[in-house]
């Protein structure tokens, strides 16, 4: 029936569940503790922070030495350090005697620091977990290493103690009488620890029948690693994980011409996948990537570099076959050509360069494929994505001053500029028939133009965050964008709307591909995942689409109301949607409405049989008792679900209450969050008008009468609350007085009694 927790408070503190209270908290730790782990039976408590230091405590029940102790009402622990302090003055010694009495609050357990380990991590400690026999504790911290310590048996600690008191009595000469306590290293021996390739962030342990010890750990670098680990031998690496998956950012990805391939690329690693068994079948060390085409054939993969190269791969062998130092600066852009026989490249540098596909004999008398420098596009400004108009006839070119350039492929020429963008241009696509052009910014906005005159159809306000990918769907006017709001959105350009968001990755996401034949899209971000999205034959209706992200939005913006004003960041919160006990209430309240009509508008002065039930005098009391059987956290999220021929009818029934000043706080309430709902639609109701101005009045003066009511009462009460006090002090002073003259007396007496024995003498 007890919890053990710790905090960045630096304290530990013990609840009991049945009272579910603190009823002791531990102080032995200087900085934040990170990790505890109980051992040995729970009469062990291991502890680790921000320091180097891993601290041991027993903990050591005293119910068979005090057992009239073990009452149910009071259940506390206690925490005794040991004072080893000699030379101390006698005044010392009482201030600790009288610190060792006032600790002492009679509890059923006392706890006592055994010592600490010192670790070997660099960083604070991040976690401490024992293997299910409790025959090894590992610790590890923000580094790559994971250390463990063997728990000794009693046998084995006393096998250890033995053998000091032998070295002992060896370097003595003398036999020691007592038996030597057992420290903190006859209890924990620190054996091997384990170094990996990644930063540990969680561990598994696992004692085998054969003595060896497995840990299994997820690395930082989002791989899986089993070690297995024996006293006589180096820790062996058994498994890892880490053939499908990136470790970093998945920056760049591609289509294979057939549909059937997809190529990623992150800053360590390429990988090709199979579109339909989503399977890696191919990793490939690589530079940071930023950009990447599929060469014709798709038997290889050109990749453009943070460091200004582009790389030639072999899918095949997976291998690297050539290195070419195209750029001085990042390479953002790689398209082929509508002929796929050249490949054009952006850079940062400034410039646009050409390249023609060519095969080349290498050193082994081999043809191998390679890229020929042929022209270069020399622009004011950097480069951030490059495109070509599926007819070969026009390339855009997106530069950092905010504009994009269109300019003639065959002499280079200039032929439009389209500047409209608040911030450089960061992706951007041409329609398969070569008239328009969609380019996305990190302003946020997508812009539509047309490559006949340069004009902007319509600028639309697209994603949250900045638009890192722009792409048509094949022989359409249907774009899909992707941005660093983790969205994914689908565009019908000639119409100007939004069809569809796409929401499944986690943080920014960074690349957008198209399949060829328009079936699948393929986008990857941050969170380090590829995802593939299929077009389904579902047809879409454009109004219940927006209807339902209407009610979304509206749940949301329910669920983040507070239920008491003033209570923000605290733990009291209204449903975030819809319930069931919500619905009924709602349902419920409908049914009182109807009840409510019914009855007055028959002209039977019997009140109907569920009225009776529920005590009521009038029909107006049970529409009050209706209202306030609704739970108070449920009140607004069941006036949300109402109808609104349904809220204009109860906000006649509302203005009734408060005129008979019925339960004023909870009917204002219902009040002003229909108005707050319904803004609207009461506003241009024009016969409501006449009944919201009563409702005005007849609100502000009952509050006005509750304002008047609280003051009258809380002066009252305050009136009251000084006369207590004051009688308190007078029967004070009252009983102070007779304790003198009582002493007086006494006194008194002992004189006389004195004066008697005197004469008497």
Not at 166 to 178: N, V
Not at 547 to 564: S, V, Y
Not at 637 to 650: H, S, Y
Request: charged share 30%.
């Amino acid at each position: 029936d007890v919890v053990v927790s710790a905090s960045k408070d630096m304290l530990v503190k013990f609840w009991d569940l049945r009272t579910q209270h603190c009823f002791k908290t531990l102080t032995g730790h200087v900085t934040e503790i990170w990790d505890l782990v109980l051992l040995r039976d729970d009469t062990h408590l291991v502890t680790g922070g921000a320091d180097a230091e891993i601290k041991i405590w027993q903990l050591k029940f005293l119910n068979d030495s005090h057992p009239e102790q073990e009452t149910k009402e009071s259940m506390a622990f206690i925490v005794k350090e040991p004072i080893e302090k000699k030379g101390k003055s006698e005044g010392d010694k009482d201030d600790a005697e009288s610190e060792d009495v006032e600790g002492d609050d009679n509890s059923a357990l006392s706890i006592k620091r055994v010592g600490s380990i010192l670790r070997a991590g660099e960083g604070r400690l991040q976690h401490l977990v024992t293997d299910r026999n409790q025959r090894y504790l590992a610790a590890h911290a923000t580094d790559n290493q994971l250390e463990l310590f063997t728990i000794c048996t009693d046998e084995e600690i006393e096998k250890r103690l033995a053998k000091k008191a032998k070295k002992e009595k060896k370097r003595t000469g003398i036999e020691m009488t007592d038996p030597p306590k057992a420290s903190v290293q006859e209890q924990f021996k620190r054996i091997k620890p384990i170094k990996v390739s990644g930063k540990v962030k969680t561990v598994d342990l696992l004692l085998m029948p054969t003595g060896k010890l497995k840990a299994l750990m997820v690395l930082g670098n989002n791989q899986v690693e089993v070690v297995t680990h024996s006293l006589d031998n180096e820790p062996e690496s058994q498994l890892k994980v880490d053939t499908p998956g990136h470790r970093s950012d998945v920056r760049t990805l591609a289509f294979s011409s057939d549909n059937t391939a997809i190529l990623t690329a992150s800053s360590e690693s390429l990988k090709v996948w199979n579109r339909s068994s989503l399977a890696c079948v191919r990793t490939i060390s690589c530079a940071y990537s930023l950009s990447s085409v599929f060469a014709p054939g798709d038997r290889h993969a050109l990749l453009g570099t943070k460091s200004g190269k582009i790389q030639i791969f072999d899918i095949a062998s997976g291998e690297s076959t050539e290195e070419v130092a195209a750029h001085e600066s990042e390479v953002w852009s790689l398209v082929n050509s509508p002929d796929s026989r050249t490949v054009l490249s952006g850079s940062s540098d400034k410039t646009v360069k050409f390249w023609d596909y060519e095969l080349v004999t290498n050193d082994e008398d081999a043809k191998v494929l390679s890229i020929v420098h042929r022209r270069t596009l020399q622009l004011d400004e950097g480069v951030t994505c490059v495109s070509t108009s599926p007819d070969g006839r026009l390339v855009a070119v997106g530069l950092l001053d905010s504009t994009v350039k269109v300019f003639f492929v065959d002499s280079l020429k200039f032929f439009l500029s389209l500047y409209g963008h608040k911030l450089p241009v960061t992706a951007m696509d041409i329609s398969s028939d070569s008239t328009l052009i969609v380019t996305g910014s990190a302003d946020r906005n997508v812009k539509i133009w047309g490559l006949d005159f340069g004009d902007c159809h319509r600028s639309l306000f697209a994603h949250d965050d900045t638009i890192t990918g722009v792409r048509f769907l094949p022989d359409t006017h249907m774009v899909f964008t992707c941005g660093k709001d983790g969205e994914v959105k689908q565009w019908d350009v000639d119409h100007f709307q939004r069809i569809v968001t796409l929401s499944g990755h986690l943080g920014e996401v960074w690349a957008l591909a198209v399949s060829p034949n328009g079936k699948w899209v393929a986008t990857s971000g941050k969170d380090r995942s590829v995802r593939l999205w299929e077009k389904t034959q579902e047809i879409l209706v454009l109004d219940d689409e927006r209807e339902t992200e209407r009610e979304e939005a509206a749940e949301a913006e329910a669920g983040e109301t507070q239920p008491i004003p003033g209570e923000q960041g605290k733990e009291t919160s209204l449903p975030s949607r819809r319930t069931a006990e919500t619905e009924r209430g709602a349902e419920a309240l409908m049914e009182a409405i109807q009840l409510y009509k019914e009855t007055e508008e028959s002209e039977d002065q019997q009140m109907p049989p569920l009225m009776l039930a529920y005590n009521a005098q009038s029909p107006l009391d049970f529409m009050c008792g209706s209202v306030c059987r609704i739970k108070s956290s449920q009140l607004e999220e069941t006036l949300l679900v109402l109808p609104l021929d349904v809220v204009q009818q109860l906000i006649e029934i509302l203005l009734k209450l408060l005129e008979a000043g019925k339960e004023v706080e909870v009917v204002g309430r219902c009040l002003l969050f229909l108005l707050e709902i319904h803004h609207g639609p009461i506003l241009g109701n024009k016969s409501l008008e006449s009944m919201i101005l009563k409702v005005g009045n007849v609100l502000t003066h009952e509050i006005e009468r509750l304002r008047e009511m609280t003051g009258t009462n809380l002066a009252g009460l305050r009136y009251l609350a000084a006369r207590m006090k004051e009688k308190e002090d007078v029967e004070l002073f009252a009983d102070a007085t007779m304790r003198v003259r009582e002493k007086n007396k006494k006194k008194k007496k002992k004189e006389k009694a004195l004066h008697r024995a005197i004469m008497s003498l």
